[in-house]
């Protein structure tokens, strides 16, 4: 971890507010971002930061169910971005995607490591409600669930499965945001959600 990174997150921290938000840009002006942040653009990075940290956030802290670890682990994937950007290249998929790619390897590694063994603390972030989940469409779903329930069931999901289900329920992101994300058809992300929603209702009675 060189300083000029760990300066350039800080930077965009706390530029977040001085940043206008954007909903959504095209792929073309993610290249013209792109090539501001591989040219260390403390403004490119604090637009990247402000459009993507939340949903990185949701996604990990919905991996490893800790907010601090969450936390730490969502900084590190911002400096691991720091690192690869030069080598990044679009090949038409959003910047979200190699960002969700990162922190899946990010995730990945926290679980192999010894902090793996630490005792979790109880989260009160809860599943309010999962409507329109059954194939038809039907809002016939809504649970109440403690973090540790639900992480359980979720754990037990296959893991294209429950990438789907976290990336859609928790981190919010619409089904073909989900597509575009992982790299599959919407109906592909459908019938994997459906899947999982099975799965789901029988983990969980």
């Known amino acids: 971890m060189i300083a000029s990174d760990m300066d350039m997150i800080s930077d965009a921290s706390s530029g977040v507010e001085r940043t206008a938000a954007s909903s959504q840009p ?15 653009s403390k403004e490119a990075w604090s637009e990247i930061y402000e459009r993507s940290n939340q949903k990185l956030f949701r996604y990990v802290q919905a991996r490893v169910g800790d907010r601090q670890t969450a936390e730490d682990l969502t900084a590190t994937v911002f400096l691991e971005a720091l690192k690869g950007i030069a080598s990044y290249n679009s090949r038409g998929r959003p910047l ?19 902090y793996r063994m630490k ?4 989260s009160t972030v809860q599943l309010d409600d999962l409507a329109n989940l059954d194939a038809a469409g039907a809002p016939d779903l809504s649970l109440r669930l403690e ?21 859609r329920y928790f981190v ?4 073909p ?3 575009a994300v992982v790299g599959k058809h919407e109906r592909a992300v459908y019938s994997l959600q459906t899947r999982a929603i099975k ?5 969980l009675g």
């Open 26 to 40: 095209d792929l073309g002006y993610e290249e013209d971002l792109v090539h501001r942040a591989k040219e260390r």
């Open 96 to 114: 979200l995607a190699w960002l969700y790619s990162i922190a899946r390897n990010v995730v990945n590694y926290h679980h192999l490591s010894a």
């Open 119 to 122: 005792a979790r603390g109880e």
């Open 147 to 167: 973090r540790w329930d639900l992480e359980q069931a979720v754990q037990r999901l296959p893991d294209a499965q429950r990438e789907v289900i976290i990336l």
């Open 172 to 175: 919010g992101l619409t089904t």
């Open 177 to 179: 945001e989900v597509a």
């Open 199 to 203: 799965a789901l209702r029988r983990h």
